[in-house]
């Protein structure tokens, strides 16, 4: 029985005459188990794609972003990566949290490949790994279930031109999001960076979104 395919999947390969295909591409790409190559890839990673799934059954993508090895293998069937600080809203982590089926994607654009994870997200503020990934306010550990390398030849090749300055570092404070110094948003936000607003300097919604277009990176 397939681990990957279900009834409506079946329909569409067999339409598409392709079944015999997709169970091919199963047999000798889909792993239950973290090998070195795929270890070594998603460790090298600076950012990746995350699915959740909310309370109400619908789907949503985020996409999440540190310093390559902000991912972390921590044995054959586990994987680790935190939560930094956000919008506030934390729909990923509470939606992990309420459905803890989850998918990552990781992407390569320099030498397109790319590596798809499925399994099963616990969220914790108090795991005992947490202080080992500076700025994190929760750490997701995923139990993979399946794994398998995707064919790249629809990945467009980008270079990376410079990391996030908002990531966080080990013994230094992260900058102010951008939006946090709308003046629309001050009444919503902690004392603390309502001081780091007042203190880098207020700005109206139409500065911030004039950085955007821009491409300021302080946005």
Known sequence: MSRLYRAPHRALQDRFRTRALADRIETVAAATVIEDESRAFIESRDLFFLSTIDPDGRPTVSHKGGAPGFVRVLDDRTLAFP????????LSMGNARSNPQVGLLFIDF???HRLRVQ????VSANDPLI???????LLVRVAVEDLWQNCPRYIHRYRRVAASPYVPVAGAEAPLA???????????LSDADQRRAEDEGVISEQAW???IRRGDPRA
């Open 83 to 90: 939560n930094y600080d956000g919008n506030g809203m934390y």
């Open 110 to 112: 320099e030498r397109p």
């Open 119 to 122: 399994g099963r997200a616990s």
């Open 131 to 137: 202080d080992e990934w500076p700025g994190a306010d």
């Open 178 to 188: 951008g939006w946090k110094r709308i003046d629309g948003m001050q009444d919503v």
């Open 209 to 211: 979104i004039d950085q």
